[in-house]
């Protein structure tokens, strides 16, 4: 049920106002006029520490949307991100990322985050996988076990 309703949000994640946050439009640019990667985790942890200062600042990842203008900055240990403008370094919003804790949610990654281990994760999907393999099968012979069983009388 779990992956099932988490798996249904993230298909329409795009689409639900309160589950993805919007990106912002930047100063589009020329990459030679870009913020430094240093300066932009300056800024974010900067934008995070204002938002909240028991916040963790450990960044962990940066994506640039050059058609925006814009970088992203994705914390590791919260659910927490920061849009900055790659030009100028204005702070663009600080977002809750929904979408991020809904996937963890999902892969069962969420354990992993709490616990430190990686574990959890591996066993759910694996468990996860093998009974999906399981359904299909046993869904496949109740669909075509009945149909030889009655060609098999016909024959008789």
Same mark, same amino acid.
């Given at each position: 049920?779990?992956?099932?309703?988490?798996?249904?949000?993230?298909?329409?994640?795009?689409?639900?106002?309160?589950?993805?946050?919007?990106?912002?439009?930047?100063?589009?640019?020329?990459?030679?006029?870009?913020?430094?990667?240093?300066?932009?985790?300056?800024?974010?942890?900067?934008?995070?520490?204002?938002?909240?200062?028991?916040?963790?600042?450990?960044?962990?990842?940066?994506?640039?949307?050059?058609?925006?203008?814009?970088?992203?900055?994705?914390?590791?240990?919260?659910?927490?991100?920061?849009?900055?403008? !790659?030009?100028? /370094?204005?702070? #663009?919003?600080?977002? &809750?990322?929904? $979408? *991020?804790?809904?996937?963890?949610?999902?892969?069962?990654?969420?354990?992993?985050?709490?616990?430190?281990?990686?574990?959890?994760?591996?066993?759910?999907?694996?468990?996860?996988?093998?009974?999906?393999?399981?359904?299909?099968?046993?869904?496949?012979? !109740?669909?075509? /076990?009945?149909? #030889?069983?009655?060609? &098999?009388?016909? $024959? *008789?």
């Amino acid at each position: 049920m779990v992956v099932a309703i988490t798996g249904g949000l993230l298909g329409w994640k795009k689409d639900i106002s309160w589950l993805h946050a919007e990106t912002k439009r930047g100063t589009v640019s020329d990459a030679s006029r870009w913020q430094s990667a240093s300066d932009l985790r300056a800024i974010a942890i900067k934008a995070i520490h204002a938002e909240n200062p028991a916040l963790d600042t450990i960044i962990s990842r940066i994506d640039l949307r050059p058609s925006k203008g814009t970088a992203k900055v994705i914390f590791d240990q919260h659910y927490y991100g920061v849009q900055i403008d !790659l030009t100028t /370094g204005g702070l #663009l919003a600080v977002e &809750r990322r929904t $979408a *991020d804790l809904v996937e963890n949610i999902h892969d069962g990654s969420i354990v992993d985050m709490s616990s430190g281990t990686s574990f959890f994760k591996l066993l759910y999907t694996s468990i996860l996988a093998l009974s999906l393999l399981g359904f299909t099968f046993t869904g496949f012979w !109740l669909w075509v /076990g009945p149909k #030889l069983m009655r060609r &098999r009388s016909y $024959a *008789d």
